[in-house]
């Protein structure tokens, strides 16, 4: 299984930012995904999970209102839509494939039920 995270940059306070995370190796159709970042001297954090069927999604306090979650089964691809970016949303994102028959919504957003992280895409918000 190969993970590919792209899209990320530098973009000013206010700007925005699509990340792709495409996925090679296994039919993502089977499996809840999600987004998360970790920032310089900081713990890995959950951004967003998004159920097989997209019928749920979840975000963390920190960016609800600001970043949509999405998923292209057909495609293999996962997006995550980030708009008025702050600078503590910088960090380097990572997307990651849940472990779990029964979806990782309950134990979100502890990464310990995610498997096959990417290399990550760096995201930066300044001016």
């Known amino acids: 299984v190969q993970v590919v995270e792209s899209g990320g940059g530098l973009v000013q306070p206010g700007g925005s930012l699509g990340l792709t995370c495409t996925i090679s190796g296994l039919a993502i159709d089977d499996y809840g995904l999600g987004w998360f970042r970790q920032a310089p001297g900081k713990e890995r954090e959950g951004v967003s999970y998004i159920t097989r069927s997209s019928g749920s999604k979840l975000y963390a306090d920190s960016v609800k209102g600001r970043f949509t979650i999405s998923r292209d089964n057909a495609k293999n691809t996962l997006y995550l839509q980030m708009n008025d970016l702050k600078p503590e949303d910088t960090a380097m994102y990572y997307c990651?494939?849940?472990?779990?028959?029964?979806?990782?919504?309950?134990?979100?957003?502890?990464?310990?039920?995610?498997?096959?992280w990417g290399q990550g895409t760096q995201v930066t918000v300044s001016s």
């Open positions: 990651a494939i849940c472990t779990l028959a029964t979806g990782c919504a309950i134990q979100w957003p502890l990464e310990s039920s995610f498997d096959n």
